[in-house]
Structure formats: structure tokens, C-alpha cells
């Protein structure tokens, strides 16, 4: 009996941990038009709240839908700062609802340049990916890591032209907040002295972990724990 048990019990752990990668890895994509193969918005700019939650994009500032270059695909989002445009943030954005405080989430996207970046040296950091969270009134609460104030966004430098590099965040939800509104960004600080063009591909929107992965990985170590109970 206890070899049954410890075989039942080993198994059922080893089935969760490998349930669990398996989920993780390809937890479902939240965003609506991950890969802006719509050719359009879906969305006006502003996003009404509630009406315009998990309906898709918007865009602002400039930035727009282009075929010129993508990544996979047709479309793509391109993004241009002119000579001299100062602090123009620049974006595609959506809102999704299910959101309660505590829960993370994580946004990636692909990002390529075919201009470089012409500022000065030192420059501002221009691409920026990030996350915020709004309560049902549709206002901004920020995220935990910033403590209510503002988004948490992380930055990077354009790298090698014509090469498709990956931008990631992760935020976690604050008390009050109902939706996840996502953004990729492109902003200069204005000593640039050529029109620099950066494009985004392939966005992902995840809650991390899922709770099915949660919930297999609590069968397992039940599964480990019932073994040890029965040695």
C-alpha cells in the first residue's frame, strides 16, 4: 500500500510541476488584436469605461497601424518622434477587465527600429512598455510596485537597426482596481536631430501564474503530502 501511495502520490506531483510549466508557458493572450492584424483601431481615444473594455485598441499621439514592417504577419504599430518633438508619448493602448486587487500581470511586445536614435548622448531611455490599473470609475490607480502613483513602466534603448528585440513588465494589481490597461510607447526628449521610427509586433497580455496553474500545482504537493502522511 504505501508503495502505491508513494508512486500515486510522486506522480501526481511530477504531472502538477509539469502541468504547471506547461500552463505558464502558454497562458492565454488577454489582449484583444495581439497582433494588430485588424489594420485599425477597435477603439476610439479615449477608451470608454466601461463600454470599451476588451474591445480591442486604441492609439494616440501618432502612433498608427502600418504594414511597412512587421514582424509576423501584415500589420504592425509604427511610432515616429520628428526632429526636435519633445516628450511625445506616443502609443497603442487597450483595457481589460477581471481584474481584483493583488492579481499580476505581465505585458511583453517585440520592438524594432529602422532609424536608430538620433538624441543626443545621454538621451532619454525612448521605448517604453508598462502597466496600470484603473477602478471602476475608469480612473488610474497605478500599480502596487509604484505605490498608487502612476503606471510602472520599464525602458529600453532602440538597439540595432532592422533587429527585433522583446520588452517586458510586471505589475501587480492595488486595492480597488477592476481593469488592466496596457501601453507601448515611444518618447524622446527632443535633441534628436533626425525622425526616429521605432515598431511594435506581437503583444502579449498574461495573468501570471493562472489560476489553473494554481490550482494544479496545490494538486500536487496534496498528492506529496498524502505519500508522506502514508510512509
Known sequence: MKSILGTIGSATCLAAALAFSASTTQAA??????GFESGAPGQP?????????????AVFNGAGYSTAHPETGTWGIQEIQGIGQAWNFEAPYQVIGGVSAGLQ?????????????????????PIVIQLTYLNAA??????????????????YNMGALDTWFPGTVTATA??????????????EN????????????????????????????GLGIAGALIWRRRQ
Open 29 to 34: 493572450n488577454l489582449l484583444i488584436d495581439p
Open 138 to 155: 475608469g480612473t488610474d490607480i497605478g500599480t502596487v510596485e509604484t505605490g498608487g502613483a502612476g503606471a510602472k513602466a520599464i525602458q
Open 190 to 217: 527632443g535633441s534628436q536631430t533626425a525622425a526616429d521610427t521605432l515598431y511594435w509586433d506581437n503583444a502579449v497580455l498574461t495573468q501570471v501564474p493562472e489560476p489553473t496553474s494554481l490550482a494544479l500545482l
Open 45 to 57: 481615444n479615449p477608451i470608454p469605461i466601461p463600454g470599451g473594455a476588451g474591445g480591442g485598441w
Open 105 to 125: 500581470y505581465t505585458l511583453s511586445a517585440d520592438y524594432m527600429t529602422t532609424t536608430g536614435n538620433s538624441q543626443t548622448p545621454g538621451g532619454y531611455t
Open 174 to 187: 492595488p486595492a480597488g482596481a477592476v481593469y488592466v490597461s496596457s501601453y507601448l510607447a515611444f518618447m
